[in-house]
């Protein structure tokens, strides 16, 4: 899945070493080792995270430095693996919500990631405590105001490139920019320095899935060595800075972290993913005023020419069926044109049928139309429609939920909006799963168990 953003950087002959071996310790050792992690995250004041491409193989993204890595498999000229599913399908890992609930237990203070996949935000973690290193493949800065744009398809350029849409700040307008590095670009300022700060102020930072071996990024966890701090790492190969570290693991890194979270008694929450998208009924009159000309368009809510990558097609049908012949939209922009007497009021039945990697093969939205009366604009509290969608499809443990979030009317032409919201994946974690008899103990480190209160339902804005 990351195969892509590998093929768009630029070729260099050296990408440091490769192919590295990977070690396992003892089931006895390793357990150690997760008691001895967990007491010093629940000893730490200020906890730091920094992240590699390991805590996302588990998600079907492949690393690359690891015996199967994209860069490995290059320089041996084997075939590169084929995706599972598509990039921007892939789920957060267990590790990713773990540290969801680490920090809304108030544990975890900051991320600093290198991947590009787009799971840390993804899985919940406020984009103010998480600084992307070499950016995110489905983001868009704006390089005049600085706002950003979380997309739901993977941005067609890296590179800090010109992409085809623009700020939509009606006083900006400024053409928008892919976030990714290339080889040759610098750290953005904007992410080094929260970073640096937040590694100087670290009394712990857990270093998770990555070798260590990209420049500067690779140095930012010893800042914490001056203050007293101390690095922990996990991590499958051995790294260049093992010897700085207090700890070294060596195991997946999910099955780490698992045996972090019992015992340290916090539950991992299932990840519930959320896409939106808009359906769009622009009318007007025909020349001789005697029928409505109306077109029916399907589209994303970042931009009417994005695409909407988790919709296969769309069959439209009509609840009166005898009146109004049905049709099947294959092809992207989804778009019907119709015409219609202007007293006819009927409801449009769309069958969206979703692309592989969607938890549910297709759901049905209903939209009622009457060109005789006015719809109501009308915002609901966007982020509270959001959170009942994902308790629902928690407590129903599937997806296909569905609401909808917003309507608006454009005057000229006449044309309604409406934005859904559509719950199509939900993932369930059971860390007492991955510990496979290994840590044993469901309660705090040294025996005593700890109790920190969450709500799932906390609020916060939602960024899909």
């Not at 670290?202 to 260590?212: E, F, N, P, R, Y």
């Not at 690779?218 to 996990?234: Q, S």
């Amino acid at each position: 899945m990351s195969l892509g953003y590998a093929e768009k950087l630029s070729y260099i002959e050296d990408v440091g070493n490769v192919g590295m071996s990977e070690f396992f310790d003892s089931s006895h050792v390793l357990q150690e080792k997760i008691e001895r992690l967990a007491e010093m995250i629940q000893k730490s004041k200020h906890l730091v995270v920094f992240t590699g491409a390991g805590i996302s193989t588990s998600c079907g993204i492949p690393d690359f430095r690891g015996p199967k890595g994209i860069w490995t498999l290059q320089r041996e000229g084997k075939p590169l693996p084929e995706a599972s599913l598509p990039f921007h399908r892939a789920m957060p890992s267990m590790t990713h919500m773990a540290l969801v609930e680490l920090e809304k237990a108030g544990i975890l203070k900051f991320i600093i990631s290198q991947n590009v996949d787009g799971l840390h935000l993804r899985s919940g973690i406020p984009r103010e405590k998480l600084a992307e290193l070499h950016g995110n493949s489905f983001m868009e800065a704006c390089p005049s105001c600085g706002v950003e744009y979380l997309r739901d398809f993977e941005v067609e350029t890296i590179g800090l490139k010109e992409t085809s849409r623009r700020c939509s700040d009606v006083k900006c307008g400024a053409k928008l920019k892919d976030t990714v590095l290339d080889w040759e670009d610098a750290l953005p300022t904007k992410e080094m320095l929260p970073a640096e700060k937040h590694c100087r102020m670290a009394d712990v930072v857990l270093c998770l899935g990555t070798s260590l071996q990209i420049t500067p990024a690779c140095n930012l966890p010893l800042k914490c060595l001056r203050g007293g701090g101390k690095i922990i790492i996990v991590n499958l190969q051995k790294t260049p800075k093992d010897k700085k570290a207090s700890l070294v693991i060596h195991g997946f890194v999910d099955k780490v972290i698992a045996g972090v979270m019992n015992l340290l008694n916090l539950r991992i929450a299932p990840y519930v993913r959320i896409d939106l998208l808009q359906v769009i009924i622009t009318q007007s009159l025909s020349l001789d005023e005697r029928y409505v000309n109306w077109n029916l368009r399907v589209a994303s809510v970042h931009a009417l020419k994005a695409p909407l990558p988790f919709i296969k097609s769309i069959e439209v049908s009509f609840a009166d069926a005898q009146k109004y012949k049905a049709a099947v939209l294959h092809d992207q922009p989804f778009n019907l044109k119709r015409r219609t007497a202007p007293a006819d009021a009927f409801e449009i039945l769309l069958k969206l049928n979703f692309i592989d990697g969607c938890g549910c093969p297709s759901i049905q939205i209903n939209v009622p139309v009457n060109f005789k009366v006015s719809s109501d604009c009308f915002n609901l509290d966007k982020d509270l429609t959001i959170r009942n969608l994902k308790e629902k499809a928690i407590e129903d443990l599937c997806c296909g939920q569905n609401a909808l979030i917003e309507r608006k009317v454009i005057l000229e032409p006449k044309t309604e909006v409406a934005n859904h919201a559509i719950v199509t994946n939900i993932k369930a974690f059971n860390s007492d799963s991955w510990s496979n008899g290994d840590v044993k103990h469901p309660r705090g480190v040294n025996g005593t168990r700890i109790s920190r209160k969450r709500s799932f339902g906390r609020k916060r804005k939602s960024r899909f």
